[in-house]
Structures are given as structure tokens and as C-alpha cells.
């Protein structure tokens, strides 16, 4: 089945550590994208990638980092200097840039 | 800055109901325009997704519109289900200084009544 798939489903991170969650797609998407949710505040972009190798700050950057070497792989660091990582975190990916979209089932970080 | 807006932010409806969700936005410069819902939880399902050149999309019984001119998509929900509960969100694609922008709307909370 074609689609993107994010794990881990839940993470937990403790103070001053870094944590990664995948991102993975077989769509043969060029684009790949992350964003953050949280209650009451609606979805923001945090980084994307148009292609291999390349990738944009979105509007939230700070305290997270990504690497993109393969096309089909965007994954997410949550780095130490995010102070307030608890989050729902979404991945998603297109065609190009500016086409349609499609979402992974989320990964949901908690600070313990 | 480019603002994205969905009217009302939550509805409660019985069921039978058409619907319509409305989405704002103030730059008219968009590539395209995608309506999707969220279940409490869970990812992110896309329902239509309107080209810039495109004016409206139908899907079984969803339809959503695109005016530019006036900043504003509507979405269309005819004979609500208690299925169609969920999170209602537009985004947008936008090119201000030639690079993308993606901007999700506020969201409108849809409750169908049984």
C-alpha cells in the first residue's frame, strides 16, 4: 500500500535530550514537509524539503532539526533547545510543492 | 502576512443538515487551495483540493469553491452524517517572494447529531 508512515506513534522525551521520529513515504514524492499541532493553536509548519538533500526553516525552526538523504525519508530531530517539544508532530509530502498533499498519522511527543 | 480564517470555529448540527464551512484568506496569489479533515488523534485525510485555475471540486457529497477575487473557499457538505463529525481544515499554497508558503486555516469543529 503506498502511503507515508510515521513512528513512533507516541514518544517521550526527557529534559534535555534529543529525540527523532521517522517520517516515511513510498509515493515517490519529491516534497516532504513537518508540521506541529497543538490544542487550540492549529497546525504550523516547522521545516520542508522540495528535494534530496535540500531543505526550508519553516515558521516554527528553532529547536528542531531534519536531514533529507533519500527521497523517501524526512526525519525530525527535537533537539534540546526546544523548550516546549509536547506537541502532536504530522509529516506529510507531495508531488512538487505546490500540489496536493497527504498526511501520516501523526506522532505524539510528551516531556516527562 | 498572509491569514487564513474558517467560519465558524465549531458547529453542532442534527443529523440531514447541508452544510457550508467557510475558509478566508487575505492574499489572493495562491497555487491551490485543500480542504481536509482530522479525527480526534489521528492524521490528517484529504478531501479536495481546488487548483488555482479551478473555480470548485465535487467529491460524492462534498463540494468546495474557490473565488480569489474575494478571498474565500467554501466547502459544501450535503445530507451530514454523524460520520462526517470531525475537524474541517483548509490550507493554502501560496508564492509571495518566490518561494512556498504553507498556511493551514483555523479549523471548524463540525459535530453531527443523531
Known amino acids: 500500500d503506498g502511503g507515508i508512515t510515521q513512528s513512533p506513534k507516541y514518544l517521550f522525551r526527557k529534559e534535555g535530550q534529543n529525540v527523532t521520529m521517522s517520517c516515511e513515504q513510498n509515493l515517490n514524492h519529491d516534497a516532504m514537509y513537518w508540521y506541529r499541532q497543538d490544542p487550540g493553536q492549529g497546525l504550523r509548519l516547522i521545516y520542508y524539503?522540495?528535494?534530496?538533500?535540500?531543505?526550508q526553516k519553516g515558521d516554527i525552526a528553532e529547536g528542531y532539526s531534519v536531514s533529507r538523504e533519500k527521497k523517501e525519508s524526512f526525519p525530525l530531530t527535537v533537539t534540546s533547545a526546544q523548550k516546549n517539544p509536547t506537541a502532536f508532530y504530522l509529516c506529510?509530502?507531495?508531488?512538487?510543492?505546490?500540489?496536493?498533499?497527504?498526511f501520516g498519522q501523526g506522532t505524539r511527543l510528551t516531556v516527562v | 502576512k498572509q491569514e487564513v480564517t474558517q467560519i465558524p470555529a465549531a458547529l453542532s448540527v442534527p443529523e440531514g443538515e447541508n452544510l457550508v464551512l467557510n475558509c478566508s484568506f487575505t492574499d489572493s496569489a495562491i497555487y491551490n487551495l485543500q480542504w481536509f479533515r482530522q479525527d480526534p488523534g489521528k492524521g490528517l485525510t484529504s478531501l479536495l483540493l481546488?487548483?488555482?485555475?479551478?473555480r470548485e471540486q465535487t467529491s460524492g457529497r462534498l463540494n468546495a469553491s474557490l473565488d480569489k477575487s474575494s478571498g474565500r473557499s467554501t466547502l459544501y457538505i450535503a445530507a451530514s452524517q454523524p460520520g462526517d463529525s470531525a475537524t474541517y481544515l483548509c490550507h493554502l499554497v501560496v508564492s509571495p517572494s518566490g518561494t512556498y508558503k504553507y498556511i493551514f486555516g483555523t479549523g471548524t469543529r463540525l459535530k453531527v447529531l443523531a
Open positions: 524539503s522540495q528535494i534530496v538533500n535540500d531543505f
Open positions: 481546488i487548483q488555482s485555475s479551478q
Open positions: 506529510a509530502s507531495s508531488i512538487f510543492g505546490d500540489t496536493e498533499a497527504f
